[in-house]
């Protein structure tokens, strides 16, 4: 077999594990509650942690990577998750369960910072769309596996085997990488660790999403949140600065005086915000308005998952063939719609109408993840593929987390918050038909604002086609190469 065929194995190992458990998870927060005695502040964590530590360290491994070696960083992270997963299995209490999904959450950012950098590094252009479209089947088939393997879990036995299951996992692709993968582009070792860099996009990275989220619940006018989401603006910037500064740069700012690079990037941090939150919104509208259990609702949304699964390779075709622009460009437009079309749902809706809908994002995410990755992937130097797919799946996850504060907000425009607060954590059964109603026209205001937010993204897709590759602003100069690489 090819060594880009092992390596596509080895990486869609890793990514089924991590898209597994970030579905798995969310069945469980009733029964981890009762079992340590927790509340639904502390439970929440649990789900927020992990995408909070994944993203702020993403753009850090994916520089670690370039300088000591993507396929190193990535069998670490195999170690990392799984040690992570088995102390998750054994917390003794709440607080110990969050440290450890951190710990979880570090070890899923090196496998994400490093994936689509493996994957474009060792297939040709031309089969790279084809390549992340097999990876994106593995993304798919998570989302169907996670509520399914899920529910079985907590049928027979403890929520703790949930992550426990990933213990033999991880140790045959913690075995598989370390036998079958090999370095292939040169490391800079003769750069720097940008510390201060990292340092300051943490800080503004986690002063920003806490305050936007906490926010929400506590109000945007408190004095904490103001303050927290001024360190982080001051933070941010404080970074942007130094990276522009800086002979070794945690972030390469240039990478953004590509056009399809900047605009693919765009386009994809839009489309999670846009889209991140239908799972979301969707699971609780069936729970909270139609009256099913959380298992059954999670099983009604498999449509998007399966199409997902089902048309990716597809996708992945097509952009070999034409470029990603169309591929990507036309996904977009059929997930606008999709969320169109849910924004018109009622208490009263036939379900067939809600898995035909729930067909048509699929499909849209299909034709818009491997082309707009692959397009994105293929505009970054070699020489920085993992700082390029690490800023990539950094802005992708802000996106995720910013499209469910958005979701809450507007949903809070037509609701209580304590009861909209209350429904999104599950704790809401059936609705009242009053309050159904509702709840229901709030759901339908966030699917349109989700809309416009997808319209966005389709500008930013067909943007990037223009004519000229240089952008102005911030980074406005050309790709220039770093100071280890000038003394080459």
Known sequence: MEYKWIALSVVTLGSLMVAIDSTIVILALPAMLQDLHSDLVRMTWVITSYLLISTVLLLSFGRMADMFGRVRLYNLGFLVFTIGSVLCGLAPNDLFLI????????????LNANAMAIITEVFPPGERGTAMGFNSITWGAGSVLGPVLGGLILSLTSWRWIFLVNLPVGLVGMLAAYFLLHEIAPRQQRERFDILGALLFCVGLVGLLFGLLEGISV???SPLIVALLLIGLVALLAFLWRER??????????LFSNRVYAFSVLAAMLQSLAVFAVNFLVIF??????????????????????FISLVGPLGGRWADRVGGTIPATVGLALQALALLLLGLLTPTTPYWQLALILALMGIGGSFFWSPNTSTTMSAAPR???????????????????????VAL??????????????????????LAPSIAQAFTAAMD????ASALICLLAM??????????????????????????ERQE
Request: proline share 7%.
């Open 99 to 110: 440290a450890a999904r951190v710990l979880q959450g570090a070890g899923g950012a090196m």
């Open 219 to 221: 109000g945007w006018r």
């Open 245 to 254: 500064h800086y002979a070794y740069p945690m972030l390469n700012l240039h």
């Open 285 to 306: 509208y069936l729970q909270g308005v139609r009256g099913y259990s959380p298992l059954v609702a999670a099983l009604l949304i498999l449509p998007l998952p399966l």
């Open 383 to 405: 020489s920085h593929l993992s700082v390029a797919s690490a800023t990539l799946n950094t802005l992708r996850n802000v996106g995720m987390i910013f499209s469910f504060a």
């Open 409 to 430: 907000d507007v949903a809070a425009v037509s609701l209580p918050p304590a009861l909209v607060a209350s429904v999104f954590l599950g704790t809401v059964g059936h």
């Open 445 to 448: 205001h966030a699917f349109l």
């Open 459 to 484: 500008a930013c897709s067909l943007v990037r086609a223009g004519k000229g590759p240089q952008l102005t602003g911030l980074a406005s100069t050309p790709l220039q190469p770093t100071a280890s």
